[in-house]
């Protein structure tokens, strides 16, 4: 396992490299196919009308393998130098484990299941992959501390806690934001406003008829 684990270094960079350029692609054909606005649109409105939901939906999917690759190389990891020096209880490792792998599961639901298609379930995988892997950045940080200085600088340690704090403190907003907006279609048509506001009119007029 240990030889193993030793040519796992590059999976986290992957992860990274390979789930921004999901976002930067389907962002890039998105906007050139007209489907979106170019001015900061929603991650998941890049993904949802074709060809960007494919890139979308099969890059995502591979940035959740990476991810649960990452994670687990990052448990063994825990968990062997546990065994070296203690630290910290096992349970609390295979917890964040986990909770990491349940976040990747999110990430799955999100690619597989447009925005528009099924909403419910698209927000529901959302709110996994964010809720969890706030928690699971939350407790490897915490981890980082029980085994500093032995195996980490307590500078890496700030640095994960910090990271940890603005993805607490991000996650907050977003869900109430989510809360309060309802997506039902990605294009806008300049007659709907006119329409709107002729039927906003009859109203009124009715209510004072009434009166």
Not at 29 to 52: C, K, M, Q, R, W
């Amino acid at each position: 396992m240990l030889c193993f684990l030793k040519g796992m270094a590059f999976v986290p960079f992957l992860l990274v490299t390979w789930s921004s350029a999901a976002f930067i692609i389907s962002y890039v054909v998105a906007v050139l196919s007209g489907h979106v606005n170019p001015f900061l649109p929603y991650i998941s409105d890049t993904g949802t009308t074709p060809p960007e939901s494919g890139i979308f939906g099969f890059m995502i999917n591979f940035s959740a393998f990476l991810g649960a690759a990452t994670m687990y190389t990052r448990y063994k990891i825990v968990e062997k130098q546990n065994q070296t020096s203690y630290f910290s209880t096992p349970v609390f490792n295979l917890v964040s484990l986990v909770l990491g792998l349940v976040g990747c599961i999110g990430m799955g639901i999100v690619a597989n299941f447009q925005e528009l298609a099924v909403p419910v379930v698209h927000d529901g995988g959302a709110l996994l992959a964010f809720v969890c892997g706030v928690v699971y950045t939350l407790l490897q940080s915490v981890i980082s501390y029980k085994s500093c200085p032995q195996w980490n600088s307590l500078f890496t340690c700030h640095i994960r806690m910090a990271i940890s704090a603005v993805s607490c403190a991000a996650v907050v907003p977003m869900i109430a934001c989510a809360s309060l907006i309802s997506i039902t279609k990605l294009e806008w048509n300049p007659k709907e406003k006119d329409e709107g506001q002729r039927e906003t009119r009859r109203d009124i007029s009715a209510m004072l008829d009434c009166s």
